[in-house]
């Protein structure tokens, strides 16, 4: 059995993973997908003062909480800073990292770093409103719709689970100088439906702990754990086996 914990990226909720959650419990593992601090049953808690070390601390906390070992440590999106720093505080903890369709940032790189693109919704937040909240990024034309969703139904359920988030998640950066963390093996999955406007780093050929890059793609929009459950957790077992 292995443990699967599921990071949702940003605007998003744990609820994100709700098809995903109940395949891979299926399949005989523990999953655990938390709303971070501002999201879901949280959003009350955001604020100005929210920002990636708060969701670091967040899966951190719940790791030492719950005490979990051995864990597939599953990052979407934005959450690929979060795992990131994640497995730099308690690499012996990690089994796997899993960057799905997610930024893969290097030592002491921001978002915008790792996303140049993202800094128009920083300019935009910090020119106008209260001065810190993102909105949730717009619904594109098909193929693209919300965040890679275009089913109708889908889209009113996700649209309905979508939250600002602060600033300061998209300006903090992430630190990552634990030797032991570059030795955990990754993956990375990438979702080949998106607009040009997202431009995805190229993988290395060599992961940090030297061994082979592995890479995955599924023919769907960003948000695949709701258009593309079962293809995802289908892989996931595949990389946790």
């Known amino acids: 059995m292995s443990t699967f914990l599921l990071v949702h990226g940003a605007w998003h909720s744990g609820r994100s993973w709700d098809r995903v959650v109940p395949l891979l419990e299926a399949a005989g593992h523990r999953v655990l997908a938390p709303s971070l601090t501002g999201y879901g049953d949280t959003a009350h808690l955001l604020g100005p003062e929210v920002g990636l070390e708060t969701h670091v601390a967040d899966v951190v906390g719940l790791i030492e909480d719950e005490h979990l070992t051995e864990v597939v440590l599953v990052g979407h999106s ?13 690499p012996d903890r990690i089994a796997h990292l899993v960057y799905l369709d997610a930024m893969v940032p290097e030592d002491g790189e921001t978002a915008v770093d790792v ?29 693209y719709g919300l965040f890679g969703v275009t089913d109708p139904a889908d889209v009113g359920w996700l649209r309905a689970m ?7 998640c998209l300006q903090q950066p992430v630190h990552l100088d634990a030797p032991a963390a570059r030795t955990i093996p990754r993956t990375h999955i990438h979702n080949t439906v998106a607009p040009d406007s997202i431009v995805r780093r190229p993988v290395p050929a060599l992961q940090p702990n030297g ?11 960003h948000d695949c754990m709701i258009t593309m459950p079962v293809e ?9 086996s």
Do not use: C, H
């Not at 993202?118 to 949730?136: E, H, K, N």
């Not at 995802?232 to 946790?240: C, N, P, V, Y």
């Open 162 to 168: 979508l939250s600002d988030m602060s600033v300061l």
């Open 232 to 240: 995802l957790s289908e892989l996931l077992l595949k990389i946790a």
């Open 211 to 221: 061994a082979p890059s592995e890479v995955w793609e599924l023919p769907t929009g």
């Open 78 to 90: 934005y959450a690929g800073l979060v795992v990131s720093s994640v497995a730099n505080a308690v």
């Open 115 to 143: 996303m140049p693109g993202i800094q128009f919704a920083i300019d935009q937040a910090t020119s106008s409103g209260d001065g810190w909240r993102v909105p949730p990024m717009p619904e594109l034309p098909a193929p």
